[in-house]
């Protein structure tokens, strides 16, 4: 079993910037994880994922202005988002599975994943 525990959520005007993490209680060797978002009345979607070999991958939507990294030694899953717009109003899910994201980019289907944050809003104003 793995938990993950998340914060950093928040409200701020377009143009700023939110950092999330991601605490996970434990990791597999090889591992897919990532961050999903979902908006009122919107399908999940990937935003972005990072395989065990530390490749990176984003959704158009977020390329240039969101980056995953990770802290090995912490377990803890990051996602810094610059320059926000008002469209990534959503909450925000971490999203974790002992196998790789390959060959799906950003992320795999989130039906594929087993362990899941409690998720945290972030709510951009215009």
């Known amino acids: 079993q793995v938990q993950l525990v998340e914060s950093g959520g928040g409200s701020v005007q377009a143009g700023g910037s939110l950092r999330l993490s991601c605490a996970a209680s434990r990791r597999y060797n090889n591992y897919c994880m990532g961050w999903f978002r979902q908006a009122p009345g919107k399908e999940r979607e990937g935003v972005a994922g990072i395989n065990s070999d530390g490749n990176t991958m984003y959704a158009d939507s977020v390329k240039g202005r969101f980056t995953i990294s990770q802290d090995n030694a912490k377990n803890t899953l990051y996602l810094q988002m610059n320059t926000l717009k008002p469209e990534d109003t959503a909450m925000y899910y971490c999203?974790?599975?002992?196998?790789?994201?390959?060959?799906?980019?950003?992320?795999?289907?989130?039906?594929?994943?087993?362990?899941w944050g409690q998720g945290t809003q972030v709510t951009v104003s215009s």
């Open positions: 999203a974790a599975r002992g196998v790789s994201c390959y060959p799906f980019s950003p992320l795999p289907p989130s039906g594929s994943f087993r362990y």
